[in-house]
């Protein structure tokens, strides 16, 4: 059955202890946990590390799989969303190896999926960039396929600062990069943590590409998109995306929800679906984002009910 979470970046300054303690208490089934590697963040959202995979000593790991089943809530995925094809070659080899020790880490706890990027150099077109794609990726496949670990790319443009103008920092945006990509890499444990808000304010419609790429469907965010159409009308779709759009939770949005969770249940997806709290109107507190969390789970338990574990 579908299973509700929430993605744990929205909760960023507490302990993965504490972050599946709320899960627990609120009754969700599961966390996409973030696995950033140690440090400064470099954007929003970003730089969260509530799971460190880069010190996972047996204790560690026996902790976080006893903690799981004490609480009854899973985790869905290990999350880390970098630039693998970042300008910067530096920058780029240590998003690829990260990656690496995210799916060390996943086999290492039994967790079968990793959500990350395929990343994008914004200054070059499409067929360039899947070049590079092709170069750095094939490695990352191999590896986690090696482990029966499945690597899922999240479809956000990663356009949202004029500095990622004019292509954003993540290429696997559309129906058609994602035929090229699995033409390129055709091993089945690579796919998509789905995310249907891009593909509305794209001016995409978000339903069909479930039934399209319902054997590449590995993990699904669930976040809504508000499309300002006054502002469209004034700035146009080659805008920064943000002058015309914000992302929202769940329900205050233009995602046609009921038409989205149809189609999950007619492709007979099984699995976690987690909320990805990135409205800014709930950010002004620990309060708000908690009632970001709790209005979202409200709002998809109408389409998800809460089982017991």
């Known amino acids: 059955m579908l299973e509700l979470g929430f993605v744990s970046a929205i909760l960023a300054e ?113 067929s360039d960039n899947l070049m590079l794609f092709e170069e750095r990726f094939p490695q990352i496949i191999r590896h986690a396929s090696s482990k029966g670990i499945k690597v899922a790319i999240e479809n956000c443009p990663m356009f949202f600062t004029d500095d990622e103008w004019p292509g954003g920092k993540n290429l696997a945006i559309s129906p058609a990069i994602w035929d090229k990509m699995f033409t390129i890499i055709p091993d089945e444990n690579f796919g998509l943590n789905y995310d249907p808000s891009h593909l509305v304010w794209m001016q995409m419609d978000p339903v069909q590409p479930i039934y399209d790429y319902k054997d590449r469907l590995h993990h699904i965010h669930l976040k809504d998109v508000k499309v300002y159409q006054d502002k469209l009308n004034k700035v146009g779709i080659l805008a920064n995306p943000l002058e015309y759009h ?64």
């Open 14 to 126: 507490k302990s993965f202890e504490e972050v599946i303690d709320f899960a627990a208490k609120e009754q969700f089934s599961c966390v996409e946990i973030m696995c950033w590697p140690k440090g400064k963040a470099e954007r929003r959202y970003a730089g969260v590390t509530h799971i460190d995979v880069a010190n996972l000593d047996e204790k560690t790991v026996q902790h976080i799989k006893n903690y799981q089943k004490e609480k009854k809530v899973y985790v869905s995925g290990l999350g880390f969303y970098p630039n693998p094809l970042d300008p910067d070659e530096k920058v780029a080899e240590n998003a690829l190896s990260h990656i690496m020790d995210v799916i060390d880490g996943a086999e290492k706890l039994g967790i079968p999926v990793v959500n990350t990027f395929i990343g994008r150099n914004p200054a070059l077109n499409v």
């Open 246 to 309: 914000s992302p929202k939770i769940p329900g205050l949005g233009d995602v046609p929800w009921g038409r989205f969770f149809a189609a999950l249940t007619d492709v007979g997806y099984r699995g976690p679906c987690c909320i990805e709290v990135e409205d800014k109107a709930y950010e002004k507190s620990e309060a708000d984002v908690n009632m970001a969390i709790l209005t979202s789970r409200n709002y998809l338990r109408q389409y998800i009910p809460y089982r017991e574990a």
